[in-house]
């Protein structure tokens, strides 16, 4: 059984949106670290955007900054990423993921630092 649940994806035309979230039946999601991470064909798992577990501070691969925003919704318990301009490279399955060690104002982009995990939501970015 996953632990964390992604929702969200499908299929958009290049320069559209979509939000992905991330719940967790398990985790109070307010208290870790979380990592959005892909996956495309034939090619390694990437990091992709994290939020650290105390201040919320939040870490961007250069791919997608200034398109790519992380958030938390407490109430909701869940973690959001919200893709705009989103490009065909962008095609990919993503996860998140959080671990139990991953504390303070820091978060990783390296999927291996990472022990639990969703089973993905598909994006494709496609006209």
């Known amino acids: 059984q996953a632990q964390l649940v992604e929702s969200g994806g499908g299929l958009v035309q290049p320069g559209g949106s979509l939000r992905l979230s991330c719940a967790s039946a398990r985790f109070t999601l307010d208290y870790y670290a979380v990592g959005w991470f892909r996956q495309a064909p034939g090619k390694e798992r990437e990091g992709v955007s994290c939020i650290s577990s105390s201040d919320g501070s939040t870490y961007y691969a250069d791919s997608v900054k200034g398109r790519f925003t992380i958030s938390r919704d407490k109430r909701k318990n869940t973690v959001s990423l919200q893709m705009n301009d989103l490009k065909p490279e962008d095609t990919a399955v993503y996860f998140c993921?959080?671990?139990?060690?991953?504390?303070?104002?820091?978060?990783?982009?390296?999927?291996?630092?990472?022990?639990?995990w969703g089973q993905g939501t598909q994006v494709s970015v496609s006209s």
């Open positions: 993921a959080t671990d139990d060690y991953i504390v303070g104002t820091y978060c990783d982009l390296v999927p291996d630092e990472y022990d639990y």
